[in-house]
Nanobody, 123 residues
Framework: QVQLVESGGGLVQAGGSLRLSCAVS????????MAWFRQAPGKEREFVAA????????QYADPVKGRFTISKDNAKNTVYLQMNNLEPTDTAIYSC????????????????WGQGTQVTVAS
């Protein structure tokens, strides 16, 4: 069964950085689209970033453009989210997801999801 396991979350001061990892098993990320989402307390889950496995193109939500970078290591079957210049509004549970359809994935309809990792940004 496909499993996604996130790590790297934690507590950081505003302006700081974190790198999240998403280790994938039983599915090669070299052949599937990958994305990060987040859900803040009391809010709906929102799209953060995605990477297209064929085109290699990257897509970001407006609030994180210029601060977050999605990348992957096919050899390690792991996807990363480098988060710089963090703001208190970035506080959320961050989850990774994978899907065969890029359009469906960025709309939040992933085939598989991880449990998430908590990111807390203190002001």
């Amino acid at each position: 069964q496909v499993q996604l396991v996130e790590s790297g979350g934690g507590l950081v001061q505003a302006g700081g950085s974190l790198r999240l990892s998403c280790a994938v098993s039983e599915r090669s990320i070299s052949r599937y689209h990958m994305a990060w989402f987040r859900q803040a307390p009391g809010k709906e889950r929102e799209f953060v970033a995605a990477i297209h496995w064929v085109l290699g193109s990257l897509q970001y939500a407006d609030p994180v453009k210029g601060r977050f970078t999605i990348s992957k290591d096919n050899a390690k079957n792991t996807v990363y989210l480098q988060m710089n210049n963090l703001e208190p509004t970035d506080t959320a549970i961050y989850s990774c997801a994978t899907a065969g359809s890029f359009r469906e994935l960025v709309r939040g309809r992933g085939d598989y999801w991880g449990q998430g990792t908590q990111v807390t940004v203190a002001s």
